[in-house]
Each structure stands twice: as structure tokens, then as C-alpha cells.
């Protein structure tokens, strides 16, 4: 029997009902151990893995509710049945908010018990699926196409894994080059849409009449040149997913007409007087700021609030610098192959420099300079001298300030700072991550500056 894998403890102090309730379940096939007070059962429970607890709510030494916080406090993955007195009804509801499953009322009725403990038993599995999935994720270095492992990146992994067999829309943000497409990709592959297409168009790549026949097609005649009928994006992506890049470069009108086919599942050919039903998941992705694109009335509000059912937004390269070795691996594996090169690697101050880099290109300007390097290296390692110009004068012309002796710490702690701001432009983010300290610090210290200026 299947129940002989669930293991239960039961945790009473009136031995009738331990007693009842142990015989009772394994009837059912449970593995049962039992413990007579609160502090018993907590000790099985750290010396042991149990699926499921039944606790008392009034036990000696420690009762059901402070069981039930000591299991969420040292994260152990037991699933919690309260069993309580009818005067104590209230306290039991409490429980199920702190954390619970159910509770069972005394007398404990045996139809309900062997209704209510598969449930909790199969709510147990999905948390420790869960678990074990995060656990997973937390190993990965690549995930589908991905390829990190940096805090950031296993969110973004997590946010794929959640959304992905869902028929949500999504809509993915990110600077361009940080892999928008790749994200959307995933989510594919992970749907149960992954054996139907995915058609990708870049909105910004076409003139506005191009684009909306791209998306829609057109009927034979519809325009002159129209020789033939064409099925467009939409059709194309019938049962499949649809990806729309930078989504807020096209026009209100054709955003509006967008919305529309979302909404009604259905569209028209340019040129056509039947409607085309679809089912299509979009995946939209803009390199914008959403919050100024609907301020500025670039995107529609009615559009982007039915595309970002979920939002996932992808970091820049700068912000997860723990993934610059994997990437740098990763790519140059894949170009020494491509171009039957015998490189075992990059050179200590070649590696120190391509830390240092900003990436402002992000993944894609890596690939493009490793790719790069690869093809030009006469050697078995690369060396500083086939990086690009703008990566060297980055390197050996950083900008320097002079400070001289007798200046105060807090004062060349406040040049070096509006030097750095300088440097970057006066990108604030930049510079606090130039500089290792937060956004809030920087914020902090400039606000301070200025309070003793005026």
C-alpha cells in the first residue's frame, strides 16, 4: 500500500486517545509513533522525518500551537493537524493561521479522519516538491538557455518555473542584451505548449504598416502587391506562444488592435472580412521603463495590465558580477568549438580586466567580445592585447583624484563619491555599484552634502 510511505506521529497526552488513534491509522496502512506530551513529540520530529502531526492543543510541557511554532521556526517539513476540545474551537482557527492544515474536533470522528489525513498528506508532498525544486534551482549554473546562478537569476528561474505551465501572459523587462528572449524561450519549453510554435517579432524592427501585416497578415488583393494570402504572427502562433519584443516601440493603434485580438481571441487579416480564431499566450519583453512609458502614453494602461499577468524582470550584467565566470566559461567553450581553436583559457589579468568592465551591453556585448577574442587569439590563452579599445581604455584609464595629506576621511570619502557620479554620468545606480555601497547609502550621503552646503 502507498500509505506504508507516510509516516505520522500522533501527539496526545490521554492515552485512550493516542491509544484509538494510533490502531485506527494503521489500519489504514500508516506508519504511527506516538508521543504522550508536547516535548516528546518534539524531539521525533528533530530526530526524524514525519509527514504528517496530530497534536493535542492541551498537552503538558509544550502544547499544539507552540509544537506548531517550533516546526515553522526550524523550517521542519511536517504537515499539522490540530486535535482540540469544542470549547477550544477559536484557538484551533488560530492555529491553521499560524500555519496548520486542519484541526480535528474530540471526539475525533474516524470518517472524517480518514478523510481529511490523505489531503494534508498530499499538501505535505507538494511542499517538499517545492522544496526540493528550489533546492534544485539553487545548484543550477544554466537553466534552458540561462546561464547564472547568482541570487537574482535564480529568482528569475523560479518566476519561470511558476508561470510557465499557467496560460498567463507575461510581460519581461530588462536592458537590451540582458536576454529577454531566452527568458521568453524558457517559459516555452516549459508549457504544455512547448511542441507547438514559438514565433518571435521584434516590434521595433518594422516600419508601423509592416508590422501590423506581420502580426495579422493580409488577404490576396488586400493591398497593391498583395499576390497571395498571408497568414501573420497570430495565426502562425496558433495553440503556440507569441513573443513580442520591445512591445512599447509600436504604435497606439496597433497596441489597440493588439488588445483587441488578447481580449476577443480572435482578429482579421488586413483586408479580410472573416474572423480568424486563435489561442495564443503572448510573451511580451521591453527594454522601456514601464512606469514612464504609461506616464508618457507610450503603452497603453488596458495593454499592459493584460500582458503583465506576471512580471519578471531580468538584471543587468553589473548587478550579478558573481555570473561573469560562467558566462565567460560558457562562451568561450562554445566559440573555441565553433572555430576549431585550441584555447585553455583567458589569461589571470585579461580574466581581472573583464571583471572590472561595466557591460553596459550586458550578456550580449560578453558573447560579442569573447566571440571576438576567440577568433583573433594566436594563442592558447587571451590575452589583453584582442580585447576591444573601449575595454582597454577603460582598464588603464580609469579616472584618478588626488587627495592630499591632511584631508579629512569624510572629506575624501565625499570627492571620491561625486567623482565617481561624474565618471558614470551621474547614474546614481551606477555609481553605488562602482563605489560597493547601496542606493540608499548613496542617496543618504549625497542628501547630507547638500544639507551642509546650504
Known sequence: MQNQQNKILIADDEEPILFGLTELLKEQGYQVSAAHDGKEALDKLTKANFDLLLADLKMPKLDGLQILEAIKKENILTEVIIITGKGSIDTAVEAMKAGAYDYLTKPVEPDRLRTIIPKALEHHQLLVSHKELEQQIRQLT??????????????????????????????????????????????HKKSGRSSKPFIAVNCSAFPENILEN?????????????????????????????????????????????????????????????????????????????????????????????????????????DRVEDIPLLISYFLNHFTQKNHKNIKGLTSRCHDILMKYPWHGNVRELRNVIERAVILSSSNKIDVQVLPERILTFSFEMPTIMIPLGTTVEEAEKQLIIRTLEMENQNKTRAADTLGISLKTLHNKLGKYRKNEG
Open 142 to 187: 544554466r537553466y534552458e538557455d540561462l546561464i547564472g546562478q547568482s541570487p537574482q537569476m535564480q529568482e528569475v528561474y523560479n518566476l519561470i518555473e511558476a508561470v510557465a505551465y499557467s496560460t498567463a501572459n507575461v510581460i519581461i523587462t530588462g536592458e537590451s542584451g540582458t536576454g529577454k528572449e531566452l527568458v521568453a524561450r524558457a517559459i
Open 214 to 318: 506581420e502580426l495579422f497578415g493580409h488577404e490576396k488583393g488586400a493591398f497593391t502587391g498583395a499576390l497571395n494570402e498571408k497568414a501573420g504572427c497570430f495565426e502562425m502562433a496558433d495553440q503556440g506562444t507569441l513573443f513580442l519584443d520591445e512591445i512599447g516601440e509600436m504604435s497606439l493603434e496597433t497596441q489597440a488592435k493588439i488588445l483587441r485580438a488578447l481580449e476577443e481571441r480572435r482578429f482579421r487579416r488586413l483586408g479580410g472580412k472573416k474572423e480568424i480564431e486563435v489561442d495564443v499566450r503572448v510573451v511580451a519583453a521591453t527594454n522601456r521603463n514601464l512606469k514612464q512609458a504609461l506616464e508618457e502614453k507610450r503603452l497603453r494602461e488596458d495593454l499592459y495590465y493584460r500582458l503583465a499577468v506576471v512580471e519578471i524582470e531580468l538584471p543587468p550584467l553589473r
